[in-house]
């Protein structure tokens, strides 16, 4: 009777158009402030550090490591039930800022703490790409 449920698909803004238009080019674009240097994301129109408006969008090395993270074990959603076990874990990247994002290509008991990640990007139907983070090939 319903149609088959979905995903919570990002929601693009005005600040963070460029960010999701990088990811569409497998780019992990963050913020960087030419006034301090500081690096920033979730992207927003002021600097954090100095409150100054001088940030340009720079192409994050990719590369961080896991500072925290949950096994999903019960999907939130039927939309979501195929994934389960799934990894949630905060990245924090080597230029310094920390994002949300799912931790893949590897089993999810192997996913530890200080473990050193870099980003793949999945492209979603319906044209979103969502950067996901990989156990570090060297
Ligand atoms: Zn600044």
């Not at 963070?16 to 030419?34: D, N, P, V």
């Not at 090395?61 to 999907?75: D, K, L, N, Q």
């Not at 920390?98 to 979603?124: H, K, Q, R, Y």
Request: proline content about 7%; some cysteine; aromatic content about 8%.
């Amino acid at each position: 009777m319903s149609a088959a449920p979905t995903k919570n698909l990002p929601v693009g803004t005005a600040e963070t158009a460029e960010y999701w238009a990088g990811c569409k080019r497998h780019e992990l674009l963050i913020q960087h402030c030419t006034d301090c240097a500081a690096y920033q994301f979730y992207p927003r129109i002021l600097c954090t550090a100095c409150s100054g408006r001088s940030l340009q969008w720079v192409r994050a090395s990719g590369r961080g490591t896991v500072r925290s993270f949950t096994i999903v074990r019960r999907a939130v959603s039927e939309a979501y039930a195929a994934e389960v076990p799934y990894v949630v874990a905060l990245i924090r990247l080597q230029e310094g800022p920390t994002l949300m994002s799912n931790i893949v290509g590897c089993a999810v008991e192997a996913v530890a703490m200080d473990m050193p990640v870099e980003v793949v990007f999945d492209d979603w139907p319906g044209g979103v790409t969502v950067p996901k983070f990989q156990p570090l090939s060297r």
